[in-house]
């Protein structure tokens, strides 16, 4: 009943800046968790960010100072701003949402992911 949608992928040369979005819609009491995780060619999917409804925020250490998670609680929309950007970061990035749907369970949806692709 949930689905979730990235968007703003791209090709972006080291150095720059590219802003992921993930909308979620459906039926959705709230939702509590959200997060960014990313897939490199040949890699195992890893957390990047994770972001509470309250707005309390946590980086992995190898994107801290360089990436912004945010959320807009209205709109069920997370965003994962990204700047100095390396060829390292290249990969699939995926949204999670973890719902509260009806009956108040938790469930944590996947999106189906945005590739970003740092190269000069």
């Known amino acids: 009943q949930v689905q979730l949608v990235e968007s703003g992928g791209g090709l972006v040369q080291p150095g720059g800046s590219l802003r992921l979005s993930c909308v979620a819609s459906?039926?959705?009491?709230?939702?509590?968790?959200m997060a960014w995780y990313r897939q490199a060619p040949g890699k195992g999917r890893e957390l990047v960010a994770d972001?509470?409804?309250?707005?309390?925020?946590d980086y992995a250490a190898f994107v801290k100072g360089r990436f912004t998670i945010s959320r807009d609680n209205a709109n069920h929309t997370t965003y994962l701003q990204m700047s100095s950007l390396k060829a390292e970061d290249t990969g699939v990035y995926y949204c999670?949402?973890?719902?509260?749907?009806?009956?108040?369970?938790?469930?944590?949806?996947w999106g189906k992911g945005t590739l970003v692709t740092v190269s000069s």
């Open positions: 999670r949402a973890d719902v509260v749907e009806p009956g108040y369970r938790v469930v944590p949806y």
């Open positions: 459906g039926t959705i009491y709230q939702i509590n968790l």
């Open positions: 972001i509470t409804r309250g707005g309390v925020t």
